[in-house]
């Protein structure tokens, strides 16, 4: 089934390798990674009082909300059994929490969130309650919020085409000052004793 999903994906998307395709994925993703902080932040702010979280980027987006999208709606089509797209709503938001929650982990030692306490929980990383959820906001996004933002892309793309170089430019500079300032936070948090060779 994914293989078969997997061969069909250029055929399904025959632009998506060109100049247009990369512009659309990006606009896509900017505009999903936005939402994600801001949902994010809100969700936040009804638990925790508190409307800013901590991100790993320097500006308002969530990468992971960006990607998990971008995977859907490129790889479910209007006509793919929706068997098939309820499992790849768990599966693919899924897949990409946890393998961003374990890299952060491995590259940086800190967890962004965790479910330790939540039941049904995978490392900290993921676990079913939020997973359930995921499926129901990744089915909404495919059947009401991506139709609009797709008709939104349609009246903007010739003024996006001017720019998407320099976001994706933007993309690429905060991550990797973000990736240089938690990193050297991490060293930080590393005993003087560790820091430097022992004469």
Sequence with gaps: MIIS????????????FNIEGAAA???????YALFGWLLENSYNFLTKKR??????????????YG????????LIRPETDWGVTLLLCFVIPTLVEYLTGALLLKFFKRQWWDYSDTPLQVHGHICLPFSACWVV???LCLKWIHPLVASVYG???????????????YFLADLALSIRRHSLQEFD??????????D
């Design 51 to 64: 409307f800013l979280k901590e991100n790993f980027l320097y500006g308002p987006f969530k990468p992971m």
């Design 189 to 198: 948090r590393v005993p003087d004793t560790l820091k430097t060779p022992s």
């Design 67 to 74: 990607l998990a999208p971008v995977l859907l709606v490129y």
């Design 25 to 31: 994925i990006l606009f896509y993703f900017t505009f």
């Design 155 to 169: 009246v903007f793309e010739p003024y996006w085409a001017w720019i998407w170089g320099a976001v994706g430019l």
């Design 137 to 139: 906001l990744s089915f």
């Design 5 to 16: 999903l997997l061969n069909g994906f250029e055929v399904q998307n025959p632009g998506i």
